[in-house]
């Protein structure tokens, strides 16, 4: 079974500073794929980004990337710059292999607002 | 490019009526999968749909079902509904079925049984 950790409920993060939202997970399939979404009150689940667990590198788009430590079974989102738009809900998810398919593991989630 | 379209975005139902739902994937996507977010549980796996034919089934019960047609797009079905089927219902679509790239998630369909 797999299973998605996300340890802080809520934060608060100053208007131009990085944030890191924590995520560790728990599988016991050969490869997987990690994403992270973000949820604004309106309900849109919008992908901001994705790590497959054989990429060398980490991911990274515009301001989103990911700290993937596969060792320690970890993947970190860091938001650079945050704007008071990116107050949300953030969400970490995993997609195992096979028969799986696209079946995605949710963790409970990260309320992140950001002060002016 | 059109994203993921589910429709309605809201409706509110009573006990024992039914409803359906409609997700039309982004174009040239096969995979279609529906989840079901609510405060108690957080997001829960309903089932995905790729070429027309159920791949994955979460753990729920025989009232919660779906299809998807031969244009990719999936309709979910909720029979005899219960206070605790409201949720926001979210349809994911991918191109794929393997473990690559990434799922695009629509605005989803929010849900009130009174």
């Known amino acids: 079974a797999q299973k998605i950790t996300q340890t802080q409920p809520g934060m608060f993060v100053q208007e131009k500073e990085a944030v890191t939202l924590d995520c560790t997970y728990d599988?016991?399939?050969?490869?997987?794929?990690l994403f992270w979404y973000k949820q604004p009150s309106s309900g849109e689940m919008i992908f901001l980004i994705y790590?497959?667990?054989?990429?060398?590198q980490n991911a990274t788009e515009g301001r989103y990337s990911l700290n993937f430590q596969k060792a320690r079974k970890s993947a970190n989102l860091v938001i650079s710059a945050s704007q008071l738009g990116d107050s949300a809900m953030y969400f970490c998810?995993?997609?195992?292999?096979?028969?799986?398919?696209?079946?995605?593991?949710f963790g409970g989630g990260t309320r992140v607002l950001v002060k002016p | 490019k059109a994203g993921v379209t589910q429709t309605p975005r809201y409706l509110i139902k009573t006990r024992g009526q039914q409803v359906t739902l409609s997700c039309s994937p982004i174009?040239?996507?096969?995979?279609v999968s529906w989840y079901q977010q609510t405060p108690g549980q957080g997001l829960q796996f309903l089932f995905e749909?790729?070429?027309?034919?159920?791949?994955n089934k979460g753990n729920f019960p025989g009232r919660f079902s779906g299809r998807q047609f031969s244009n990719s797009r999936s309709e979910m079905n909720v029979s005899t509904l219960e206070l605790g089927d409201s949720a926001l219902y979210l349809c994911?679509?991918?191109?794929?079925?393997?473990?690559?790239?990434?799922?695009?998630f629509g605005e989803g369909s929010r849900l009130t049984v009174l």
């Open positions: 994911a679509s991918s191109r794929y079925r393997d473990n690559t790239g990434e799922l695009f």
């Open positions: 599988t016991s399939d050969p490869s997987y794929g």
């Open positions: 790590q497959g667990s054989y990429d060398q």
């Open positions: 998810a995993m997609r195992g292999d096979g028969a799986a398919g696209n079946k995605l593991t």
């Open positions: 174009s040239g996507h096969r995979s």
């Open positions: 749909y790729f070429s027309e034919t159920q791949r």
